[in-house]
C-alpha cells in the first residue's frame, strides 16, 4: 500500500466468496463431509405412501431384522414432544395415528450405512384405512379447510369504487408451487456428549429453532443441545424450518443408541418429506379509469399451505402486503385463505409469499392495459406510487423511499424498450409460426421481518494476540456471501486485511437466540452486530492506547493494518493488540442489534412492518411456438437497487442467481401430484430447474450505482436475497405479451409456470374463444 | 469379497499418479460412494443419485488409440469395477496437477465468482476441466454443451460461463510430463482379459471379446448387462435392487468399434453414445439438435446407442428417429444372429422380442440417400436434459410434389416407440401441401391414444405431435420462416 495514513475500504470491494478458494477444490466441508467416527449409524426416514389414512397397524419387525439394521424409531421412543412445527405444535415427527400426506414421516431405521437404513426403510408393513384426501385449492375452498382462518386487509370502499369506475375487468390465475432443489439435501450429524447432551450438526437456516426442537424432543434443556452449521450447499428458504426434522430425528437416534447418527437424505425423498413454495390461486375484480389507474381493487389470495401451519401464516400475510407491489391501491380488499391440504407442508422460500402476491396485481396490469389497448407499461407508471401523495400502502405504511420510477427509466432506456417493442410488433406481423413478446416489470419488496421480534441478532468477535479476528454472529451461510459481508465490515471498522478475520461457523453456544437466515435480512442485522463487537473492541483499543501514550483518543486512527497514534507512535494492528493484551485489555466483544422503527400490528395487518423497500426492474424478450408453446428467454436488462452494495460481486450474484430461479419457478419447475397424493415431479429427472442454456444469450445486469439506503442500514447497503427473484416476472409477462400477439386486445389466460403446455393452451384459449369474451367484458 | 487368490480379480485404475488397488468392494459400489465413504474423498458431491444434477462429476482418462482421452462422467451411476483400467480425476486431483495451486479452471471460478454455496462447483469445475484438457478454443456452444450436465441453484449460471472463458487466459495446458506417465501407467494396467469378481451370490464378470461373452451369456442367461450404466446405476442407487450376475460390455473389443458400409453405418453395443452420435451426425446433419438435447455429456460419455434402443423406454429420444431412418437391430444369441427392424422389438410397454441370454450386439443405421427431406423434434419442459413429452421424427421423399415414401415414428405417445401407421399412409402417394398435412394430423388420433403424467396431458400430447407435422411442413416447405425457438436468436 502506498499512503499508510489512508482509510481502506474494504467494504464495497467485489471480495471474493471467503470460501471460493475452498468450493473450488472441494476442500469446503458441508455436514455430509464432516469426518464421522467408526461406529457411526446412518439413519432413513420410512414415510406414509398415502395422501391421508388412519394407520391401523404398523409392523416393523423386517425392518428390524434388515442386514446391518442396530434400531428403529418411532413416535414411542420420544421421550418429549414429538413435534418439529416451528410456530404451532402441529407438525409431528413421526405420524402415529394418522397420515396427511404422501412423504411424513413414520419412523426411521438406524444402520451400519446408509444403503443399509435406506433398504430397510422400504420394509416395513403399514396398513391403512384411506381417508378422502384434499388435493387442491378449488376442493380446499368447497370444504372450507384451511390451517389458519382466513384473513382480509381492507382499505377505503372498493366494491363502490369498482362499481363507479368507467371499466371493470375481473380475472385471475393459478401459480404453482417451487421445490427448493437446494443442491446439497437435507442432512444432520447428531453427536452425543458427556452428561446427555447433544451435539448437532445440523445444514440448516435457524440453528436455535433446531436447538429449541432438539432440546423439547429429548426434554432437554436448551444449554443441552449445541447445533453448529458451517455452510449449507443452498437453502432458500428450504432449510428454514424443514431442516428441524431431520436434525430431531438425528438427535433422537444418538440420544437412543448413545452413538452419532447421520442423517442424509436421498434426493427423491427429500422432495417427498420436505415442503415447497406455496401453490396459490389468486384472482381479482378491478375498476380502472381510461388512462388505466385503478379507482378500485378486490383481490383475493387462496394458498396452499399443505398439511401443516408450518411459517404460512407469516407467508401468505406477506403475500398480502406484496399485492400492491409499485402501485398505489386507494380502496382495496385483500382476502387471504389458508387452505389445508394432503400434500408437503408448504414452507419458506425466497420472496416468502410476497412473489406470488405481486404476480397478481402485475397481471392485473397486464389485463388492464390489455384491455385499454395501451403498452403494459404505461399502465404501470399511471398506478406507480407516488412521491409525497398517493404514496400510503394498504397496509397504512408510507413509502419514503420511492425510487421505482427512475429505475424503470432506466432501463426502459437501456433495453431500448420502445424500438424493440417496434420492432417485435413487426417481427410478429411477418412470423406466423413463432411470436416474441417483451415486458418490464418493476419490482418493490419489503425488506424485515414481519414478525418483528425476529428483527434482531448478535455476534461475537475475538481479536487474539497476533493480531487475527474470529468473527461469529447469528447468521448462517447459505451460498449468498453474508460471511463475506460481515467480515468487510469488521475488516473496515478495525481497518485490518480481510485475510486476518476467520469466519466460523454458526454455533448457538456463540450466539445465543438467533433468528432465522431468513428475510433477505442476514447482513443487514448481522453485519450491523458485527460492526457494534468490532467497534466495541476498537474502542478499546483506543482509550487504551491513548492513555498509554498521551494522546487524545481521537488522534488514534486506523488506517488500512496499522494504527497512528498522535505523533507518538505507529503501530501495526497486531503490536497494538499485543500491547492493549498485556496492558490488561479485553480483546473479546459481542455485539448486537434490533432494526428500529419497525412497528406492525399482526392483528389488523396493519403498521410499519417494514424497514424500508429495495427496488428492481426487469426488461425481458421471450420467443413462443404457437405450435408447441415452447418459449425461450432471448434477451433481459436488468437494474437492481442494493443501496449502496457491501459487496457488488456478491450482489451481482445474488441477483443474477435469483433472477434465474424465479424463471425457472414461472416456467420450467413444475410439481405435479398424482390423483391419490404421490408427488411424481420428485427428483431432477422430473422437476426441471434452469440449466446454462436458459441464461439469456443477451444480458446487461446492473446494480443501481446511485444507490444510497434512505435508512441507516449498515453502510447504507439494502437487502439483496430475496429481491431480484421477482424480477422474473418480467419473462412471465413477455411471454404474456408473445401469447397476446395472437390475441388482438384479448386478455390472456396463462398459469405459472408457463410450461409448453400452459402457453399452448393459453394460445388456443384466445383464438377459440375471443368472441365469447369480449361480449363479457362491461363498459360504463 | 472371498478371495480367489487372483490378482486380476482386483480393480485398479489410476488416482492421483498411483496404481489404486481395490478388492473388497461390492461390484455395485458406484464411484461416489467409493470415493466418499470407502476413502473418505469428500469434494466430490452427491446432488441426485441419478445422474441428473452433475454434483458427483468426475473425469475418466483413458487411453484410446493411444492417445489420452478425458470425458467427464457421473460418479454416481458408474458402478466401480467399470473404471478398471482407467484414470480417475476428482476435484481434489487438480491442484496436485498445478504444483499445489489452484488448476487454471479452479482460480478462473474464484475470479468469476462462479460459486455461491459450492456445492455444485466441484462438478462444473470438473466437467470444465474435461473441456479445458480436450478443446482449446471453444465456442460458447461447446462451453454451454459441456455443463450442460450441471445443474446450479445459485449462480443463474453466468458466472460459471464467464470461468469457462476465462480458465484459458489463467494458464494454458502445461501437463506433459503429467500425462507422459499416465499414459505409461494407463499401459501397465490396460485390461485385456476376462475379468471377474466373485461376491458372495454372484459374479461380475468383464468379457474381453465376444467369445468370452456369448460363453458368459450361455452359462448365466439371466444376467444383467451393463453396458453404460445410466439406466441400471438407478436401479441400484434408487430402487436398491440386488444384480449378482452382472456381465459388463465395456471391455468386449468387438462391440466397441463403429463400422460402415455402402448401405449402413452400423455402431457397436459397447459404443459411447458421445461417439455414436459424433458417426451419426456426420451422417445426418438435422439430427444436431436432437443430439444435443438428449442428455449431457456425462451421460452421452457412459451410455451407449444400444442401450438406450435395448431399454425400449417408450420416452426414449434416439429410437423414433432411429426408426424413421429404418435401423435395425443386431441381436446375438451364442453364435446365432438376427436382424429385426428396430420398431419390431418393442412388443409392448418393456417387453422386447428378445429370447434370454440374447442380446443387442449392434445397432445399424442406412445411410442418408439423396433427396430424403428428414427432421426429429422433441418438446419437453426445459430444452436440455429432459425426457421429452412428446418426441417426433419424419422422413419423407417428395417425387414431384407427391410424397412417395412416409415414415413417421413418435415417443411418449404409446407404451414404446413406434410408428404412426396410418399418418403414414395418410402421407404416402399424397400431395406434399397442408390439406395432406391435415388429414395426416387427423390420422394420428387413430394411431395414437396417449397418457397424461408428470410431463403433459394426453391432450396436449396429441395435439402436439399433430403440430410438429405442421412445423415439418413449415420447415421444407418454407425454409425462411423460424419454425422453432431452439437456438432462436432474436434479431
Ligand atoms: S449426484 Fe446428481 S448426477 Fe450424480
Ligand atoms: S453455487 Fe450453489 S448450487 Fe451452484
Given amino acids: 500500500m502506498n499512503d499508510l495514513t489512508e482509510t481502506r475500504n474494504t467494504v464495497g470491494t467485489a471480495a471474493p466468496h471467503e470460501s471460493a478458494h475452498l468450493h473450488v477444490s472441494g476442500e469446503a466441508r458441508y455436514t455430509d463431509d464432516i469426518p464421522v467416527p467408526d461406529g457411526t449409524l446412518h439413519a432413513a426416514i420410512g414415510y406414509s405412501l398415502r395422501a391421508h389414512a388412519r394407520i391401523r397397524r404398523m409392523v416393523l419387525s423386517h425392518v428390524e431384522a434388515a442386514p446391518g439394521v442396530v434400531a428403529v424409531l418411532s413416535a414411542a421412543d420420544i421421550p418429549g414432544d414429538n413435534n418439529h412445527g416451528p410456530v404451532v405444535h402441529d407438525d409431528p415427527i413421526f405420524a402415529a395415528e394418522f397420515v396427511e400426506y404422501v412423504g411424513q414421516s413414520l419412523f426411521a431405521v438406524l444402520a451400519t450405512t446408509r444403503e443399509a437404513a435406506r433398504r430397510a426403510a422400504r420394509l416395513a408393513s403399514v396398513e391403512y384405512v384411506d381417508l378422502e384426501p384434499v388435493l387442491d385449492i378449488d376442493t380446499a375452498l368447497a370444504q372450507q ?461 396493519t403498521g410499519r412492518p417494514f424497514f424500508y423497500f429495495a427496488y428492481g426492474a426487469a426488461a425481458s424478450e421471450v420467443v413462443i411456438d404457437t405450435l408447441t408453446g415452447e418459449s425461450r428467454l432471448l434477451r433481459v436488462d436488468i437494474l437492481h437497487d442494493v443501496g449502496e452494495s457491501l459487496n457488488p460481486a456478491i450482489d451481482l450474484g445474488q441477483v443474477e442467481g435469483g433472477f434465474i430461479q424465479g424463471v425457472g419457478w414461472l416456467t420450467s419447475e413444475e410439481l405435479w401430484w398424482r390423483d391419490d397424493g404421490m408427488l411424481m415431479s420428485h427428483a431432477p429427472s422430473t422437476y426441471k430447474i434452469p440449466t446454462s442454456y436458459d441464461w439469456p444469450d443477451e444480458f446487461t445486469v446492473n446494480l443501481v450505482h446511485w444507490g444510497r439506503n434512505k435508512e441507516q442500514t449498515i453502510y447504507r447497503s439494502k437487502a439483496v436475497g430475496e429481491p431480484p427473484l421477482m424480477l422474473s416476472m418480467s419473462v412471465f409477462h413477455a411471454i404474456r405479451d408473445a401469447i397476446a400477439a395472437t390475441a388482438g386486445d384479448q386478455p390472456v389466460q396463462l398459469d405459472a409456470p408457463a410450461t409448453p403446455e400452459r402457453i399452448l393452451a393459453a394460445l388456443e384459449a384466445v383464438g377459440i374463444q375471443s368472441s365469447s369474451r369480449a361480449a363479457a367484458r362491461r363498459t360504463n | 469379497m472371498p478371495a480367489n487368490g487372483n490378482d486380476t480379480a482386483a480393480i485398479r485404475f489410476l488416482l492421483d499418479g498411483d496404481v489404486h488397488v481395490v478388492h473388497d468392494v461390492s461390484p455395485t459400489t458406484t464411484v461416489l460412494q467409493y470415493l466418499r465413504d470407502h476413502i473418505r474423498r469428500c469434494g466430490t458431491k452427491e446432488g441426485c443419485a441419478e445422474g441428473d444434477c452433475g454434483a458427483c462429476t468426475v473425469v475418466l482418462a483413458e487411453l484410446v488409440n493411444d492417445e489420452l482421452r478425458y470425458r467427464a462422467t457421473n460418479s454416481c451411476i458408474q458402478f466401480l469395477p467399470t473404471i478398471d483400467g482407467k484414470a480417475l480425476l476428482t476435484v481434489e486431483s487438480l491442484k496436485a496437477l498445478n504444483g499445489g495451486r489452484l488448476h487454471p479452471v479452479q482460480q478462473a471460478m474464484v475470479e468469476c465468482h462462479g460459486s455461491q454455496c459450492g456445492f455444485c462447483t466441484p462438478g462444473f469445475v470438473m466437467s470444465l476441466f474435461a473441456l479445458y484438457q480436450t478443446i482449446d478454443n471453444p465456442d460458447d456452444d461447446e462451453i454451454s454443451y ?156 457412459s451410455g451407449t446407442l444400444c442401450g438406450n434402443v435395448a431399454n425400449g423406454s417408450p420416452i426414449g429420444d434416439s429410437m423414433p428417429a432411429l426408426i424413421c431412418l429404418g435401423a435395425s437391430v443386431v441381436l446375438r444369441k451364442g453364435a446365432d444372429v438376427r436382424i429385426l427392424p428396430m420398431e419390431n422389438l418393442y412388443l409392448d410397454y418393456q417387453r422386447k422380442d428378445l429370447a434370454p441370454g440374447e442380446f443387442v450386439a449392434a445397432v445399424r443405421v442406412p445411410r442418408w440417400r439423396e433427396g430424403q427431406l428428414f427432421r426429429s423434434y422433441k418438446i419437453s419442459k426445459r430444452f436440455e436434459q429432459d425426457i421429452c413429452a412428446v418426441c417426433m421424427a419424419i422422413s419423407i421423399d417428395v417425387v414431384d410434389g407427391h410424397v412417395s415414401t412416409a415414415r413417421v415414428a413418435y415417443g411418449g405417445m404409446a407404451p414404446v416407440p413406434k410408428r404412426a401407421d396410418r399418418c403414414e399412409r395418410a402421407l404416402t402417394g399424397a400431395a406434399w401441401n397442408p390439406s395432406t398435412v391435415g388429414k395426416a394430423i387427423q390420422a394420428l388420433s387413430r394411431d395414437f391414444r396417449p397418457i397424461t403424467d408428470v410431463r403433459a396431458t394426453d391432450d396436449y400430447r396429441l395435439r402436439v405431435a399433430g403440430n410438429l407435422l405442421r412445423r415439418f411442413f413449415v420447415e421444407t416447405d418454407q425454409p425462411d420462416q423460424p419454425a422453432t425457438v431452439w437456438n432462436y436468436a432474436a434479431g
Wanted: charged share 20%; glycine share 8%.
Fill in chain 1, 145 to 605: 379447510s384451511f390451517v389458519l382462518p382466513t384473513r382480509t386487509l381492507a382499505r377505503g370502499e372498493p366494491a363502490a369504487r369498482i362499481k363507479s369506475a368507467r371499466h371493470r375487468l375481473s380475472g385471475g390465475l393459478s401459480i404453482g408451487g417451487q421445490d427448493h432443489f437446494y443442491l446439497e439435501g437435507q442432512v444432520a450429524l447428531a453427536e452425543p456428549g458427556e452428561d446427555a447432551t447433544m451435539v448437532v450438526h445440523s445444514s440448516t437456516q435457524h440453528i436455535s429453532e433446531v436447538q429449541r426442537l432438539v432440546a423439547d424432543s429429548l426434554c432437554l434443556p436448551a444449554t443441552d443441545v449445541l447445533v453448529q452449521c458451517r455452510r449449507m450447499g443452498g437453502g432458500f428458504g428450504g432449510k428454514e424450518t424443514q431442516a428441524a426434522l431431520i436434525a430431531c430425528i438425528a438427535a433422537l437416534g444418538a440420544w437412543k443408541t448413545g452413538l452419532p447418527v447421520k442423517l442424509t437424505l436421498d434426493r427423491d425423498d427429500d422432495m417427498h418429506i420436505t415442503g415447497k413454495r406455496h401453490p396459490f390461486q389468486v384472482s381479482y375484480e378491478v375498476g380502472f379509469d381510461d388512462a388505466g389507474r385503478i379507482q378500485g381493487a378486490r383481490l383475493t389470495l387462496a394458498s396452499n399451505c399443505g398439511r401443516s401451519v408450518d411459517l404460512s401464516d407469516a407467508i401468505n400475510a406477506r403475500a398480502m402486503l406484496h399485492v400492491d407491489n409499485c402501485y398505489y391501491l386507494s380502496d382495496v380488499e385483500i382476502v387471504s385463505h389458508r387452505c389445508k391440504t394432503n400434500t408437503q407442508s408448504h414452507t419458506a422460500f425466497r420472496g416468502f409469499g410476497g412473489p406470488q402476491g405481486m404476480l397478481l396485481i402485475e397481471c392485473v396490469i397486464d389485463d388492464i392495459a390489455r384491455y385499454l389497448d395501451k403498452d403494459p407499461l404505461e399502465v404501470r407508471r399511471a398506478n406507480f406510487y407516488g412521491q409525497d401523495s398517493r404514496n400510503v400502502t394498504p397496509y397504512g405504511m408510507t413509502v419514503e423511499d420511492n425510487i421505482i420510477e427512475r429505475i424503470v427509466g432506466e432501463v426502459e432506456t437501456t433495453a431500448g424498450y420502445r424500438d424493440r417493442r417496434k420492432a417485435i410488433a413487426e417481427f410478429n406481423a411477418r412470423n406466423d409460426i413463432l411470436k416474441r413478446g417483451i415486458a418490464l416489470t418493476p419490482v418493490k419488496f419489503g425488506i424485515a421481518f414481519v414478525a418483528t421480534h425476529l428483527n434482531q441478532t448478535g455476534a461475537l468477535i475475538h481479536v487474539y494476540n497476533d493480531g487475527t479476528v474470529l468473527l461469529n454472529h447469528g447468521g448462517t451461510e447459505m451460498g449468498q456471501g453474508l460471511h463475506t459481508k460481515v467480515a468487510q465490515v469488521v475488516a473496515q471498522e478495525l481497518q485490518v486485511d480481510l485475510d486476518r478475520i476467520r469466519c466460523t461457523a454458526t454455533d448457538t453456544s456463540k450466539v445465543p437466540n438467533t433468528s432465522a437466515t431468513a428475510a433477505s435480512s442476514g447482513s443487514d442485522l448481522n453485519g450491523k452486530a458485527a460492526q457494534a463487537a468490532a467497534v466495541t473492541i476498537r474502542d478499546r483499543l483506543i482509550a487504551f492506547a491513548a492513555q498509554k501514550y498521551g494522546v487524545d483518543p481521537a488522534a488514534v486512527i486506523f488506517h488500512a493494518g496499522t494504527v497512528t497514534i498522535g505523533s507518538k507512535a505507529r503501530l501495526s494492528f497486531a503490536e497494538l493488540v499485543h500491547e492493549a493484551y498485556v496492558g490488561r485489555v479485553s480483546l473479546s466483544a459481542t455485539g448486537y442489534y434490533r432494526t428500529p422503527k419497525i412497528k406492525y400490528d399482526p392483528v389488523t395487518l
Fill in chain 2, 146 to 301: 459441456a455443463i450442460a450436465g450441471n445443474l446450479c441453484r445459485c449462480t443463474g449460471y453466468r458466472p460459471i460461463l464467464a470461468a469457462a472463458r476465462r480458465m484459458y487466459a489463467v494458464g494454458r495446458k502445461n501437463n506433459a510430463a503429467w500425462e507422459q506417465r499416465l499414459e505409461k501407467l494407463l499401459t501397465a494396467i490396460r485390461v485385456t482379459t476376462e475379468k471377474r469378481l466373485a461376491i458372495p451370490n454372484g459374479c461380475y464378470t468383464a468379457p474381453s471379446n465376444i467369445d468370452e461373452l456369448t460363453a458368459r451369456l450361455a452359462a448365466a442367461p439371466e444376467s444383467t448387462i451393463l453396458a453404460g450404466g445410466t439406466d441400471v446405476g438407478l436401479w441400484v442407487t434408487k430402487q436398491h435392487r440386488d444384480l449378482p450376475e452382472i456381465i459388463y460390455l465395456g471391455n468386449v473389443k468387438e462391440l466397441g468399434r463403429i463400422s460402415q458400409t455402402d448401405e449402413y453405418l452400423e455402431i457397436g453395443a459397447s459404443v459411447s453414445l458421445t461417439d455414436a452420435f459424433a458417426a451419426l451426425l456426420e451422417e445426418y446433419s438435422d439430427l444436431e439438435e436432437i443430439i444435443r438435447r438428449f442428455a449431457s455429456p456425462p451421460i452421452c460419455n
